[in-house]
């Protein structure tokens, strides 16, 4: 295996130095991206091998009227020996013209398919070193959310196969390039990107941007609104619209200690800055770990930074998955499993080990009821290598790629002592920065540098781990003294041995709180939440995750006086994460009519395409 790879990457050498007119610079960098043989990834038409982008010069007009960008994309390219095109992705994109070295140039534009998008191929030959294209956005491009009225904002998401949606590039994870950027945007409002950012608006609307480590298209990203930059630490700061500024910087000014904890864990962070965007409600995710500026959604800050193991998550991509990087989305667990285990990490040496033993309670709990689910939906889907061709690769963001993702490290770091692993994580992060990995060149890896005898490989049980339906026998047992706590008084209130009053509410942290109301059962009764409303005013939480716990309640035992709440929610918050299990509670409690008022008359028109993706699929056409 080991020689395979070593013989490729010595004839891709061979190929690329072949080719004669070509900068050292950027053959240089594409001899870096090719350490690792590529695997082919079924979600782009790019073919890498044959040429390759290397660096991005973008230059972009951002109009709110006609909610499009016009833009041209330069890309300084390397090819191959014998290449006669240069092929990118592209979706719902204008193309207007395309040039090579300078000169107009022919292309062709195939078939499109289903949110693939189409191949945009170029002809060069061999020397060619610059390929232009100048493009327009279309105003329902699937990456973009445009808030208009007062306030308007625009955000980019480009995870997983949306940023051939606002800009043709080789939209796979196993192609990086460098940009710089030039944008244009009404005066009133600051550009921000997935780069070095400016913290002031300027009279003219006109900001510069440089991402000087190769990035994959994933991670470009682009926000637009009138935002104010504060500092939080020496390497870290929050922008956000002025209402919530106050609110952000108090929220996330231990990102610095976050950062800290992390590069003591696993090496230098690589970025220089970290800095956090706080995004309008209708961000569909929780956090998206764009490089140098995390874009997050406003519903984690609670007044009380209960809810800062989001930020953790996010801060810790910019090792697993930001520098080491998936290869395809079939190996999105790479991404995510190790981002979840770091994300644990940072919370224990930061706060505790009280504390994050609680939320990977909680992370077993999610993983436990989804492996269910999936089982019964398709069982190949809970494997940790997934089978994403011809699939969304949306469809692989469950508690997979993550939570068994993160058991599966767990396990490991059991196995050889957390000192062992420790030194295996850091060099991991270190010999393969800026460079992918994919899943079978990682166990080849792990056998070599951490599971090194023939006793430990069987005591892994990787393959099972791999390939394997459900969750291993040697899956590690979580224990939190204070999860179980609250197990007791949610039977014991629930069975009427204790009374409302008994409940050690107000003391509770967020996450026994949490814990409670996500495991009421259906004995409970509309008389018992009632109760405890009335006694807690849970409904009244400032705190989107105890709220949105609460609301699935109120849905299942139809609690109607939290209906106008459950609305409003509904109607502002665009977190997939919250809206999927409300919209099902309502389906499966025969409040459909309900469920469809409130998605198709009010709140549809708000949300970012990931999530009326999901939600179309949900819930029944109008
Ligand atoms: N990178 C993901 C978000 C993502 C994954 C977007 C796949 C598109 C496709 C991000 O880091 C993430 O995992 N966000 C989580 C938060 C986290 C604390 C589990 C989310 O948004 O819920
Ligand atoms: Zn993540």
Not at 56 to 62: F, K, S, T, Y
Request: hydrophobic share 40%.
């Amino acid at each position: 295996m080991r020689l395979f790879y070593t013989f490729t990457l010595l004839s891709l050498s061979l190929i690329f130095f072949g080719c004669s007119n070509e900068s050292p610079k950027s053959s240089k960098k594409s001899q870096a991206i090719l350490e690792m043989k590529r695997a082919t990834d079924f979600h782009s038409f790019s073919k890498p091998d044959e040429a390759i982008i290397d660096h991005l010069e973008w230059d972009a007009i951002v109009n709110f009227d006609s909610r499009s960008i016009e833009a041209t994309a330069t890309y300084s390219i390397t090819s191959s020996k014998d290449a006669e095109r240069i092929i990118l992705d592209i979706r719902e994109l204008n193309i207007l013209n395309v040039q090579v070295d300078g000169r107009d140039a022919s292309y062709e534009i195939g078939e499109e398919r289903p949110f693939i998008g189409s191949p945009l191929s170029i002809n060069i030959n061999p020397d060619s070193k610059e390929i232009s294209i100048n493009y327009s956005t279309q105003p329902g491009a699937d990456a973009f959310l445009w808030v208009e009225g007062e306030n308007p904002f625009l955000f980019t998401q480009s995870q997983a196969i949306l940023a051939r949606t606002w800009l043709p590039c080789q939209d796979s994870p196993g192609v990086r390039f460098t940009y710089n950027a030039m944008v244009k945007v009404p005066p009133n409002l600051m550009a921000l990107m997935s780069a070095e950012n400016p913290t002031t608006k300027n009279d003219q609307g006109y900001y510069e941007f440089k991402m000087d480590q190769p990035i994959p298209s994933y991670l470009m990203a682009l926000a637009v609104g009138d935002v104010e930059f504060r500092s939080v630490g020496e390497h870290t700061g929050v922008y956000a619209t002025p209402d919530l500024i106050d609110a952000a910087e108090y929220e996330f000014s231990e990102m610095e200690d976050l950062l800290v904890a992390a590069e003591a864990l696993y090496g230098k962070y690589r970025w220089e800055r970290y800095d956090l965007l706080v995004l309008p409600a209708a961000f569909p995710f929780g956090g998206m770990e764009n490089p140098r500026l995390t874009f997050a959604t406003p519903t984690i800050i609670a007044g009380d930074r209960s809810l800062v193991s989001l930020v953790a998550h996010e801060l810790a991509h910019s090792w697993s998955g930001n520098l080491v990087t998936n290869s395809t989305w079939d190996d999105f667990w790479l991404n995510e499993g190790f981002t979840v285990y770091f994300e644990q990490r940072i919370m224990e040496a930061v706060y505790g080990r009280e504390i994050s033993e609680m939320l990977a309670c909680l992370s077993y709990q999610g993983l436990v009821e989804e492996v269910d689910v999936i089982m019964d939906l398709n069982p190949n889907d809970t494997h940790l290598r997934l089978h994403l061709k011809d699939r969304n690769p949306d469809d692989g963001m469950t508690a997979i790629a993550y939570d068994k993702g993160y058991m599966f490290l767990r396990m490991l770091e059991e196995t050889v002592g957390r000192e062992e692993f420790d030194v295996f994580l850091k060099n991991y992060f270190s010999k393969h920065a800026f460079q992918i990995m994919d899943t079978d060149n990682f166990i080849e890896y792990l056998n070599i540098n951490l599971l090194t005898t023939k006793e430990l490989q069987e005591q892994a049980k990787a393959d099972e781990w791999i390939d394997g339906k459900g969750l291993p026998s040697n899956c590690p047992v979580v224990k939190s003294q204070r999860i179980e706590d609250v197990d007791k008084a949610v039977a014991d209130w629930s069975n009427g041995l204790i009374s409302s009053e008994e409940l050690d509410w107000e003391n509770w942290l967020y996450q026994e709180r949490y814990r409670f109301l996500t495991n009421l059962g259906e004995d409970v009764t509309l008389a018992q939440i009632t109760e405890l409303n009335e006694l807690y005013s849970i409904s009244s939480t400032g705190n989107n995750e105890i709220l949105f716990a609460w609301l699935e309640q109120a849905i299942r035992k139809q609690h109607t006086q939290s209906y106008d709440r459950l609305e409003t929610f509904l109607i502002n918050v665009g977190r997939r994460k919250f809206l999927t299990p409300l919209y099902r509670a309502m389906i499966e409690t025969d409040q459909l009519e309900m469920a469809m008022d409130i998605y198709y008359n009010k709140a549809r028109k708000n949300y970012h395409s990931v999530a009326t993706a999901t939600m179309d699929e949900l819930l029944p056409k109008e």
